[in-house]
């Protein structure tokens, strides 16, 4: 099946820091998902990428596609504590997440 | 409701009972994907349903699992002669379209501990 990696498992970082998850694939996706997981919640989607080289942006959220299409990356500029939880990546045309980073933000 | 439903919401069992999880989708969402999730850990895929057929059981850890969608709607899990490691969060998901490239919406889930 699909061989996603998604790094670093665990991310601790103070409030107001930048913070960044990527997803890497050996092969080309035909798109990618990305969902968040806030500590006992249950996973809720927030974007999906298409397009090689591909930048979406949800308030301090930058989404990239890789030209490849093969990586994607979650950036989130001056971290919140309510930007704390799980993010995950999903390949979308497969069952396959990605093993998840969970973000600590420490006030 | 407007979501995903999923019943019970925590079930504590015995080893060797059979316990059956219950989950409600979005109406109108054709497609419904059962997961489960250790405590700290990732999604671990199940099995996926296209209304009422499952085209994919691959994810079934042991023959001791097993699944049914009725109607194009609800669905069961069903565990059989439940073991400790059966022990996880049981995460069902529903989309609008049999596409896989459809954003996934969760249910809060089904805590199954297994004594």
């Known amino acids: 099946g699909q061989q996603v990696m998604q790094i670093p498992q665990y991310q601790h970082v103070q409030e107001g820091e930048d913070f960044t998850t990527y997803c890497n694939s050996s092969?080309?996706?035909?798109?990618i998902q990305w969902y968040k997981q806030r500590p006992g919640g249950h996973p809720v989607f927030l974007i999906q990428?298409?397009?090689?080289?591909e930048v979406k942006k949800q308030k301090r959220l930058t989404f990239q596609f890789g030209e490849a299409k093969k990586n994607s990356s979650l950036h989130i500029t001056a971290t919140q504590t309510t930007d704390v939880g799980t993010y995950f990546c999903?390949?979308?045309?497969?069952?396959?997440f990605g093993t998840g980073t969970s973000l600590t933000v420490i006030p | 409701g407007a979501g995903v439903s999923q019943s019970p919401s925590n079930k504590v069992t015995e080893k060797g009972k059979d316990v059956e999880l219950r989950c409600d989708p979005i109406?109108?969402?054709?497609?419904l994907y059962w997961y489960r999730q250790s405590l700290g850990q990732g999604l671990e895929f199940l099995i996926y349903?296209?209304?009422?057929?499952?085209?994919?059981k691959s994810g079934l850890p042991s023959d001791r699992f097993s699944a049914e969608r009725t109607g194009g709607s609800v669905s069961t899990l069903t565990i059989q002669r439940t073991q400790q490691e059966d022990s996880a969060v049981y995460l069902c998901?529903?989309?609008?379209?049999?596409?896989?490239?459809?954003?996934?919406?969760f249910g809060d889930g089904t805590r199954l501990s297994i004594l």
């Open positions: 998901a529903s989309s609008q379209y049999g596409s896989l490239n459809q954003p996934q919406h």
């Open positions: 109406s109108g969402h054709t497609a």
């Open positions: 092969t080309t996706l035909s798109n």
């Open positions: 349903f296209q209304g009422n057929s499952a085209p994919d």
């Open positions: 999903h390949v979308g045309n497969q069952f396959y």
């Open positions: 990428l298409v397009k090689s080289g």
